[in-house]
Every structure is written in C-alpha cells, then in structure tokens.
C-alpha cells in the first residue's frame, strides 16, 4: 500500500495575540537577584533564573501579575495590560521574612532512648529544610521563616520505629516540638530475655541479704540499707 503524510490546520486554530511579560526579581534586603522566584501572569507562570530574570508570552489581556518565593514576601501588581507583539515590563521586590527558631528532641516510646533521625520542614508539599537529631541526646534544631505552616516530618534513622509528622504554624518567638516515636517490632533491641545472671533489689528487712557480704575495701562511705528494722 501507499502511505501520504499530510499537514493541516483547523481554520479556528490560529494563535491569537500575544505579548510577552518580563523582568526582574530582587532581594530588597541586599539587592541581589532571586532564583528560583515563581512569577504567576493570570494563570500562566514561571520562574526566575540565576539572574532573577523571567520572560513569560501570554494572550493579550489584562493580568494582576504575581511573585513569590519561599522565605519572602509575595508581592503583585494589578491591571497590568499586555498588548500584540509588545514586551512589557514588570520587576519585583521581595522582603525576607522574618526568621524563628525551631528546635525539639526525638525519642523512643518504649525506654525513652534518644533517636538518630532525619527532621524534614514541608511547605506546601516541597521540603524546604532538614536537620538531623544528634544520636547522643536526640536533639535537633533549624531556623526558618516566622508565622509560616510547616508540615515537621520525622524519619527514624534506625529500625525499629515508625515515622511520625506534626502540622504547625510557626511562632514568631520560636518554638519547640518533640517527637515521640512508636515502635514497630522490627529492631533487634526490641525483645530482651533473661540470660543467666543473679536478681537481687536489696529492699528485704535484712541487710546484707542472704547470700550476701558487705565489704569496706576502704574510705569513709558504709553502704547500709534505707530500711529501717
């Protein structure tokens, strides 16, 4: 058989005009660019480069043009008109937010142990921070942006415990949040048994207990029992 390859168009599918919208976004603390800043054209977007410059082509309308970044305010200006085969201007500056401490201790439910685990800060569905607890007392601590939501995610480092989360708002002051995380049985700590070894709680009436001898290899400390008899 033979095979034809055409190309054709709907009468209705040309593209209609546009314009383009472009500029910059800057910090005002510091005047340097931002990266990575969202800049929202009616329902059309896009994003700085390492420049803080963006270029976005949109129909011709008006638009209440946006820009925003984690950690800055958002700003917008309104009734911006975009015109045919005309470039238009639009340059932002974005204010840093205010920062606030956040800090806490991850441990276990059954004896209280610190955890090593990973800490992960989620702002609207993107992990925005991370910090890892010190294995040694399962402290952790980060600096984020003041009066923002954040979803806390703690992932145990170790088997043995299951995850946990915790939404917050975070206080202008600072604040703190601990995590206490359930075991799940997985751990090789998880069962103990007893072994060989001798019991003994030294609260009987007598004392030394049976079986036992008290010895002063020295020094002025006399170990005597808390009962009295």
């Given at each position: 058989w033979q095979t034809r390859v055409a190309s054709f168009k709907f009468e209705n599918c040309n593209a209609g005009p546009a314009g383009t919208v472009e500029g910059t976004v800057t910090n005002t603390a510091t005047g340097n660019p931002i990266e990575g800043a969202t800049v929202e054209v009616g329902p059309f977007s896009t994003t700085t480069n390492g420049d803080g410059f963006y270029t976005i082509l949109v129909p011709e309308d008006t638009y209440d043009v946006t820009a925003s970044k984690f950690g800055f305010s958002t700003e917008t200006a309104t009734e911006i008109e975009v015109l045919d085969e005309t470039t238009t201007s639009v340059d932002f500056g974005l204010t840093p937010t205010a920062e606030a401490g956040l800090?806490?201790?991850?441990?276990?439910?059954?004896?209280?142990?610190?955890?090593?685990?990973?800490?992960?800060?989620?702002?609207?569905?993107?992990?925005?921070?991370?910090?890892?607890?010190?294995?040694?007392?399962?402290?952790?601590?980060?600096?984020?942006?003041?009066?923002?939501?954040?979803?806390?995610?703690?992932?145990?480092?170790?088997?043995?415990?299951?995850?946990?989360?915790?939404?917050?708002?975070?206080?202008?002051?600072?604040?703190?949040?601990?995590?206490?995380?359930?075991?799940?049985?997985?751990?090789?700590?998880?069962?103990?048994?007893?072994?060989?070894?001798?019991?003994?709680?030294?609260?009987?009436?007598?004392?030394?207990?049976?079986?036992?001898?008290?010895?002063?290899?020295?020094?002025?400390?006399?170990?005597?029992?808390?009962?009295?008899?």
């Open positions: 800090d806490g201790f991850v441990t276990g439910a059954i004896y209280g142990w610190p955890l090593y685990a990973r800490v992960e800060f989620v702002f609207e569905g993107d992990a925005v921070a991370m910090a890892y607890t010190n294995p040694f007392n399962g402290y952790f601590e980060t600096v984020l942006p003041a009066s923002t939501p954040y979803e806390i995610m703690v992932y145990p480092m170790i088997e043995g415990y299951d995850p946990a989360s915790r939404e917050i708002v975070l206080d202008p002051a600072g604040q703190t949040e601990s995590f206490v995380l359930n075991d799940n049985g997985a751990g090789d700590w998880y069962q103990c048994q007893w072994v060989d070894g001798i019991v003994e709680d030294f609260e009987g009436e007598t004392f030394p207990p049976e079986g036992w001898e008290n010895v002063n290899n020295g020094g002025d400390c006399v170990w005597d029992s808390a009962i009295a008899v």
